[in-house]
């Protein structure tokens, strides 16, 4: 088998840039814990008012002893529940999404807040935001004909501004 | 050596692939104009997400399916120097598929399937919509029994030859589309298709997904494999020059199919319901797989190197300017990999575990895969289409100007209508919505965005209509007396005398492939019967 000495160097080389873009995700998930979304966790969507946790009165924003936020949401055919929410800048939060009927995602644009929201499953983001303002929360996974009209809202408080005021009024149109 | 009936075979193939194409254009521009929301009366979410399925299956099942079997079987009849083997059987596949491309389409046209070619359960489409995809592959099946039956009688006759490159790739396509198709097939049989008829109560979407994964990578190169072989056997020839390395082509051919196979896991990236253990090494297996493009785009632009220097170029770069930029084999192949270029560094960022995360299900994606299947991809299937037509139906091409200025406006649309995509990815703009319906300051800035898009959504159809056009035209002129021409494989600058057969045979790879499959799909698969699930009833939409 022949191959030229050139073709061999670009080989190593190739080789080397796939093997540097390795390192740095394997640095970034096994040292700064930097992972995608992944906590196989089954859930009944059927009854998701029967559970605990995502019972009606538990969803929201919520601060536990320690001071730790955790937002629990619902997205169903075609709202995110509850429909406002208000969370701290530069705070650790946690989110835990559970689907009531098909597959959702949620993203917040301009955050790197995104997961898919599989019905059985609970789709569990820890992330912070950076920056104070009002975001969108959009689907962005195709649930259905109504898709266009899933969205809710965010606002991020400034850190020294937030009240932990628990399950935030559900407003309308909160914009 | 072909004869009329062969070329008709071929031809039919390439018509019902290309047909769905032009079809699935008219969509396409559809589509951008509907969701950009700039035109009132188009507003329509019911017919839009009917569009956009109809869209992405004539384009990533009927176009690619038929189309490559088209292109297998010639590279297989002309290569080999062999007539096709059965060819009731070779009929027989393509009736099946064409009969469950029907089956399908209706459900899609009428929208009682708009589940995206994604199928998304637990949204669920009328069942003839599942068993008319699933005949489509059962159909496409029997070619790849067909090519790999002739790539052994081949072997067999000549023992300790290598096999012709162009047949090497085609049977290694074969067998990736065999293992791969194995993962949606088991979807639909045992969870879509009992579940629409009412057999079962509810499924698993989570273990619909990952089997779905499981094809939705190495699908990807499946499509991409004639591609790539045309770069290797047809591009060198037509430049005028030599293959730079035969050996190397294997290689390649290789690694894309035994890496490209187990890696499926990045489309679930954001997914719950796999652990990020999993996620991680099948990241890594992704970067793997940009090893064979990288030798690819190496070996390919140094047999250019090689045609530019034989006709005259002169210093570091002066060959590119003496390369026969008019004939469309080598221009198709240049555009080709500009948009390789940028289309990759996309799905750098696509298969970057955690970046993953800010461009996950936004307008970047379809941005990203339309440079790199639509345009890279196609582009080359225009490339061959326009080599192929002349060779069989004996008649000179129509017109070779416009074929020129159809893959000049192909590449300049596919530039003008990804780029906006890739911004109002990183803006926020989700995939698959039908109008931008949210109360919000943001969607203000995606507005520009979209006036470029459907420019170039227009600037595609156009292009579109051209190459359809001159296919036509030259299928239809009434035949010029003595045309004939032969397909033309190009010679490797160092000719191969012999082949380990590790590089002439695919024995050892299938058990490395099957190895591979368990340990990345083996307890991601388990777990669902291991673990407490809960399935989910079936929705209409
Ligand atoms: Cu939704």
């Given at each position: ?55 009606e ?37 946690t ?81 | ?23 699935a ?26 569009s ?43 009736s ?9 389409a ?24 599942y ?74 979407p ?74 991680l ?16 785009g ?19 770069f ?53 440079l ?32 020129l ?35 919000s ?71 490395v ?29």
């Amino acid at each position: 088998m022949h191959i030229d000495p050139l073709e061999r160097k670009w080989a190593y080389t190739a080789l080397g840039m796939a093997g540097l873009f390795v390192s740095i995700i394997m640095v970034d998930a096994l040292i700064h814990g930097i992972n995608a979304p992944s906590h196989v966790e089954t859930i009944d969507s059927a009854r998701l008012h029967l559970s605990e946790e995502f019972a009606e009165d538990n969803l929201g924003v919520k601060v536990d002893a320690q001071g730790d936020i955790t937002v629990r949401m619902v997205a169903g055919r075609y709202s995110f529940y509850p429909k406002h929410i208000s969370v701290p800048s530069e705070t650790k939060v946690t989110f835990r999404w559970v689907s009531t009927d098909v597959l959702h995602g949620v993203h917040i644009p301009m955050t790197n807040m995104s997961t898919m929201i599989v019905p059985g499953y609970v789709a569990q983001v820890t992330t912070s935001f950076p920056k104070p303002g009002e975001y969108p929360v959009l689907c962005n996974e195709y649930c259905g004909l109504g898709h266009d009209h899933m969205w809710s809202n965010i606002s991020v408080v400034a850190k020294e501004n937030w009240t932990a005021s628990t399950n935030a009024p559900v407003t309308g149109d909160a914009k | 050596m072909n004869n009329a009936v062969e070329n008709k075979f071929i031809l039919s193939h390439l018509w019902v692939a290309f047909i769905a194409f032009i079809l699935a254009c008219f969509m396409g521009v559809y589509q951008v104009l509907e969701r950009s929301g700039f035109i009132e009366a188009l507003t329509s979410p019911s017919v839009y997400f009917a569009s956009v399925s109809t869209h992405g299956v004539l384009m990533a099942f009927v176009l690619t399916t038929f189309f490559i079997m088209g292109f297998g079987y010639y590279v297989a009849s002309t290569s080999l120097k062999m007539p096709i083997w059965n060819k009731p059987l070779a009929w027989t596949g393509f009736s099946i598929a064409l009969g469950g491309t029907v089956l399908a389409a209706i459900p899609l046209l009428i929208g009682k399937a708009s589940v995206l070619y994604t199928f998304y359960p637990p949204l669920l489409a009328h069942v003839s919509f599942y068993i008319g995809a699933t005949l489509l592959v059962v159909g496409s099946w029997f070619w790849c029994a067909i090519m790999v039956v002739m790539f052994y009688q081949w072997k067999n006759a000549n023992p300790n030859q290598p096999v012709p490159l162009a047949m090497f790739a085609t049977t290694a396509n074969a067998l990736l589309w065999l293992w791969t198709s194995a993962g949606v097939a088991l979807e639909v049989l045992f969870q879509l298709i009992p579940l629409a008829l009412g057999w079962m109560d509810t499924i698993d979407p989570g273990l619909a997904r990952t089997l779905f994964a499981w094809t939705l990578h190495p699908i990807v190169y499946f499509w991409l494999i004639p591609s790539y072989t045309a770069f290797y056997v047809f591009v060198p020839k037509q430049a005028g020059g030599f293959l730079f390395s035969d050996e190397m082509a294997r290689v390649a051919f290789i690694i894309l199919v035994v890496f490209g196979l187990p890696i499926g896991f990045h489309h679930l990236y954001m997914d719950p319901e796999q652990a990020s253990g999993w996620k991680l090494l099948h990241a890594f297996g992704t970067f793997v797989v940009s090893f064979p493009t990288l030798i690819t785009g190496f070996t390919v632009i140094a047999s250019l190197e090689i045609a530019g220097r034989l006709r005259g170029g002169k210093g570091l770069f002066g060959w590119i300017g003496t390369l026969p930029w008019t004939n469309p084999m080598t221009l198709s192949v240049i555009l080709a990999l500009l948009m390789l270029i940028f289309g990759g560094f996309g799905g750098l960022v696509n298969a970057s575990y955690a970046m993953n995360a800010m461009v996950h299900n936004t307008a970047w994606v379809p941005g990203h895969f339309h440079l790199i299947f639509g345009g890279t991809t196609i582009i080359m299937y225009f490339a061959i289409a326009y080599y192929f037509w002349p060779i069989l139906t004996r008649k000179p091409l129509f017109s070779d100007s416009l074929a020129l200025i159809q893959l000049w406006t192909w590449f300049i649309g596919m530039a003008i209508m990804t780029t906006p995509w890739h911004v109002l990815g990183l803006l926020g703009q989700p995939r698959r919505i039908s109008s931008v319906a949210y109360n919000s300051l943001l969607t203000l800035s995606w507005d520009p965005y979209e006036f470029v898009m459907i420019f170039g959504g227009f600037v595609l159809l156009g292009s579109a209509c051209l190459f359809i056009y001159n296919v036509a035209k030259t299928q239809l002129s009434s035949a010029s007396a003595e045309f004939v021409q032969q397909v033309e494989y190009a010679e490797p600058i160092h000719a191969v005398e012999s082949l380990p057969e590790y590089l002439n045979d695919f024995k050892l790879w299938n058990k490395v492939i099957a190895v591979l499959m368990f340990i990345s799909f083996g307890v991601p698969i388990l777990q669902f019967f291991f673990m407490d699930t809960f399935g989910s009833s079936g929705w209409g939409y």
